[in-house]
């Protein structure tokens, strides 16, 4: 006889609930369920009484009422190891119930239908769900509560294996529990705080921020410290990260990922993610030092390198194509801590483990994106949209008297997309897929300007023929003096200083083609 002898079972989900049922059943364990739970389980030849037959009440209230009873609730909540308890059971003749399986009702799937109307969302409120949810991870040394169907295989070998769950199980189960009211009830907060208070009936207008914020995320590990060594530190997911985003990526080998890893791999993947063409993205100290898109993975590391050998030192590398041996063999001549791909070939894994302490992640790659992009400042947090804004040549508005080549248009779309990625003041110099000097975080473009000129100089480019990108409006002619003075014929930049017209005028006189966007990327 197993410790586990009744069971509660009341899901919308009803994915794998048969399979457990019948598995609880075949154990000993005596089922109970709500209606449309024991429906199910009673057409699959499953034994099992309906809540409403053991409490001696009908579900009613459209089923707004199918579990609120004692009979359940008490069954649930009673301390095995107190007599009063026991004794005050027993009075009722209510009798215990050692396991609920419980998932609730879809309230997500609900309003994130376009047509939701808010009496649709609050019908798919559950109430009596939650309140066993709770009732039975308050009392987990005694019940076992299940909400996620990926645990129904493990809890059953574990009764098959014990005749009960241990007490570790039964805790970390209640853990989750809790867990997941917390994070149902946020989302019901978060999206009646986002209603319009004008409107409240039919399909309610939602603002894009909730009154009040709740959002959860899972621990994916603790770190050995934050940004410097004295500060603590630990990396979260979203419940269900974004596709193609780098909370999925799978660490195929190398020492443990740091803070400054995690944060500098993820500017490197958003970058280098923007590409269609095969690209990759040297980044240190979350700037990209060298950015790069060639027909190979190989040809655009080298290309990528090219832009600032210095810097790359200690690099994080990312790929937005599958890795091969070549490009591992020529990446690995440098020192780099992270590398990152959609995939890696067979022999580039072998080449790559004989680097034993690279960090190696493959990431699935997809255009996806947060919700929401979250910093925290004293006492608060400041929440806005991604900056998923694209531009092609059909956007670009020539305001100067040379109208720049189609090579240089390409050229431009180039730049303008790695300074997008580049933090504030951002200046990228280019040509042919290649950056050829990105002066980056400077409190005055002008000095962004200058830096990236020096690093193009050093790194030996001729700057003839470059195009440069500036991530917001020129304050003064300056940086487009100092960009002449290098050879750069084309710039893209948004425009709408209140000192355009001397800008313009200052490429009109040095021949520079111009172009403006109307959108600024600042990164901060
Ligand atoms: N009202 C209640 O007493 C109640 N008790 C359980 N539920 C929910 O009813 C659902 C299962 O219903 P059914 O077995 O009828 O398909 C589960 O998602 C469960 O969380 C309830 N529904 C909503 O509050």
Known sequence: MVGIKRALI?????????????????LGVELLSTGGTASLLAKENIAVTEVADHTGFPEMLDGRVKTLHPKIHGGILARRDNAKHMNQLAAQAIGTIDL??????????????????????????????????????????????????????????????QSDLSEQTRFNLARKAFAHTAQYDGMIANYLTRIDDKNLSGIPDLQTFSQQYNQSWLKIQDLRYGENPHQQAAFYRD????????AKYQQ????????????????AWE????????????????????VAIASDTLTAYQLALATDTT??????????????????????????????????????????????????????????????????????????????????????????????????????LFVWNVAKYVKSNAIVFGKNGQTYGIGAGQMSRVDSTRI???????????????CAAS???????????????????????????????????????HGIAMVVTGVRHFRH
Not at 481 to 490: C, E, L, N, P, R
Not at 499 to 508: G, H, L, Q
């Open 10 to 26: 009341s899901v919308s989900d009803k994915t794998g609930v048969v399979d457990f049922a019948r598995q609880l059943a075949q």
């Open 100 to 161: 609920v399986c419980v998932n609730l009702y879809p309230f997500a799937a609900t309003v994130a239908k376009q047509d939701c109307t808010l009496e649709d969302a609050i019908e798919n409120i559950d109430i009596g769900g939650p309140a066993m949810v709770r009732s039975a991870a308050k009392n987990w040394r005694d019940v076992a509560i299940v909400t996620d169907s990926n645990d129904y295989a493990a809890i059953i070998d574990e009764i098959r294996k």
């Open 239 to 246: 419940l269900q990260p974004a596709e193609g985003s780098l």
């Open 252 to 267: 195929l080998q190398g020492k443990e990922l740091s803070y400054n890893n995690i944060a500098d791999a993820d500017a």
């Open 271 to 290: 970058t280098v993610k923007s590409f269609t063409q095969p690209a990759c993205v040297i980044v240190k100290h979350a700037n990209p030092c060298g």
């Open 311 to 412: 810097s790359a030192f200690g690099g994080i590398i990312a790929f937005n194509r599958e890795v091969d041996a070549a490009t591992v063999e020529a990446v690995t001549g440098q020192f780099l801590e992270v590398l990152l791909a959609p995939a890696f070939t067979d022999e580039a894994k072998v080449i790559i483990a004989a680097k034993k302490n690279v960090r190696v992640l493959e990431i699935p790659l997809s255009a996806g994106a947060n919700q929401f992009e979250l910093k925290r400042v004293g006492g608060g947090l400041l929440v806005q949209t991604p900056d998923r804004h694209y531009i092609d040549a059909g956007d670009l508005k020539v305001v100067t008297a040379r109208v720049p080549s189609e090579q240089e248009i390409k050229d431009l």
């Open 452 to 466: 990236a000129a020096r690093k193009a100089q050093d790194a030996g480019f001729k700057l003839n023929g470059a």
């Open 471 to 509: 991530d917001a409006f020129f304050p003064f002619r300056d940086g487009v003096d100092v960009i002449a003075a290098q050879g750069i014929k084309a710039i893209i930049q948004p425009g709408g200083s209140v000192r355009d017209e001397e800008v313009i005028a200052a490429a009109n006189e």
